[in-house]
């Protein structure tokens, strides 16, 4: 089916992932506040995956999450914009010997799932840059992947402050990322603000409910930061 003219065009906002320099630094970036190793077993435990599972990964980035988890699962589906992230994420796969994997350059609204509907599908700070309608279409087509009683773990920048204390909210959280992270970090932070689309934890949760999900788990694991397990209905 031809996609439709007013139909969302899916890119790069805030900062440039599909600069292959940039894409380089990613991961010396992040890790600095993050633990991929910690953060995939945590998805591992949360969801309960099993070594028969198909996994799928939106927002992959090099796949500091995706390669960890194809140790326990059948296959992780790896789906990212940037191709240039894509090509770190393989050679870094074939470094470690990791087989059961596949990737898609492609987003939220134009990957096409062919086969078998998957078991799991993860997040992680992606899905934020949709504004909120797309993300209710991107949630739409997520189910359409996911089987009947499958899991969707979305870890994202979503707010959790009173509208109108907004701006303390704000520095408070650039300063924040810059004690962990360093100043690029802080600089990354006041793009995002600026330029992508977090909304607010009630607003998320409205998405879920009008898209076939149910909310299994809702966590705030640091200042607007909060992942949620939620059910196919």
């Not at 050679?91 to 990737?103: H, L, P, V």
């Not at 920048?157 to 970090?185: A, H, W």
């Not at 898209?211 to 640091?222: H, M, N, P, R, W």
Request: hydrophobic share 35%.
């Amino acid at each position: 089916m031809k996609t439709p003219k007013w139909y969302y065009e899916e890119k790069q906002i805030g900062v440039d992932y599909l600069d292959s320099k940039i894409a380089e630094k990613y991961d010396d970036e992040h890790q600095k506040f993050r633990d991929f190793n910690a953060e995939a077993q945590d998805v591992v435990d949360k969801l309960e995956i099993t070594e028969e599972d198909i996994v799928l990964d939106f927002g992959c980035g090099t796949g500091g999450i995706a390669l960890n988890l194809a140790k326990y699962c059948k296959k992780v589906i790896c789906v990212d914009i940037s191709q240039q992230m894509l090509d770190i994420l393989k050679t870094k796969a074939e470094e470690q010997n990791i087989t059961n994997i596949e990737t898609h350059c492609a987003g939220f609204l134009t990957y096409k799932h062919e086969g078998d509907k998957v078991d799991k599908v993860i997040s992680k700070f992606a899905l934020h840059h949709l504004p909120d309608f797309w993300k209710s279409v991107a949630l739409l087509r997520i189910a359409d992947i996911l089987k009947t009683g499958g899991k969707f773990y979305l870890f994202d920048v979503i707010f959790t402050f009173n509208p109108e204390d907004y701006k303390n909210s704000f520095n408070e959280f650039i300063e924040t990322l810059r004690n962990d992270g360093g100043d690029s970090m802080a600089d990354e932070t006041m793009i995002h603000i600026k330029d992508e689309f977090s909304t607010y934890d009630w607003i998320m949760e409205g998405l879920f409910e009008k898209t076939g999900f149910s909310i299994d788990l809702k966590e705030i694991e640091a200042e607007n930061c909060i992942s949620y397990i939620c059910s196919k209905v």
